[in-house]
């Protein structure tokens, strides 16, 4: 069974500084979301990473996936308050149905 | 393009009622997945539909079942509700594979 574990879960950072959320997951695959959670909300899509060595980025987030390590990571590049959200990964077992089983989240608390 | 859309936003029902809740993927999309959040926990894969067929299940028990129309719009529903089925319910909608776009989610309270 696949097993989806993201460190840390709960995250205080100062707003301008630098961190990275770490995702490892137990079994094959080439694909991987992130996703944002407001208090609240649904889930916002942030990335999609869909092969080794895939890197992206948006502002102050950037997202890399390691298939051979099964290691994706969000680095979060001068925090500032607006990023304080729940993080969450997601792993896709299957392709071809994007059946995903996701980490237990990132709580992070920006601050001033 | 509407997005994934969902229904209803909150619902209120007591412990052994049967709830439906409605799902209507991104346009294009013709997979319709589901998910439970409880509170502070991560999202649970319930099932999958695909050509009006459940193509995949989680762990959930028979109380929960679905159905997919052929316009692929979907419902979720749950019988014989328990106190701890009070949870945030979310479809994703894709399509061959690719997509992981998740609807407004509706909040369910069983009292």
């Known amino acids: 069974e696949l097993k989806v574990e993201q460190n840390p879960l709960f995250l205080s950072m100062q707003e301008g500084k630098n961190y990275t959320i770490y995702c490892n997951y137990s079994?094959?695959?080439?694909?991987l979301y992130w996703y944002r959670q407001d208090p609240g909300k649904s889930l916002e899509s942030l990335f999609v990473?869909?092969?080794?060595?895939a890197v992206k980025q948006e502002g102050r987030l950037m997202a890399s996936l390691d298939t051979k390590a099964r290691l994706s990571t969000l680095h979060i590049t001068a925090a500032v308050h607006d990023l304080s959200a729940t993080y969450f990964c997601?792993?896709?077992?299957?392709?071809?149905?994007?059946?995903?089983?996701f980490g237990a989240g990132t709580r992070l608390t920006v601050k001033p | 393009d509407a997005g994934v859309t969902q229904s209803p936003t909150h619902l209120i029902k007591t412990r052994g009622q049967q709830v439906t809740l409605r799902c209507s993927p991104k346009s294009g999309h013709d997979t319709v997945s589901w998910y439970q959040q409880a509170l502070g926990q991560r999202p649970q894969f319930i099932f999958q539909?695909?050509?009006?067929?459940?193509?995949q299940r989680g762990n959930f028990p028979d109380r929960f079942s679905g159905h997919q129309f052929p316009n692929y719009s979907s419902e979720l529903n749950v019988n014989a509700l328990l106190l701890g089925d009070s949870a945030l319910y979310l479809c994703?909608?894709?399509?061959?594979?690719?997509?992981?776009?998740f609807g407004p989610g509706t909040r369910l309270t069983v009292l």
């Open positions: 997601a792993v896709v077992l299957d392709l071809l149905n994007n059946d995903m089983r």
């Open positions: 079994t094959t695959s080439d694909r």
């Open positions: 994703a909608s894709s399509f061959t594979g690719l997509g992981g776009y």
């Open positions: 990473l869909l092969s080794n060595g």
């Open positions: 539909y695909y050509e009006e067929e459940e193509r």
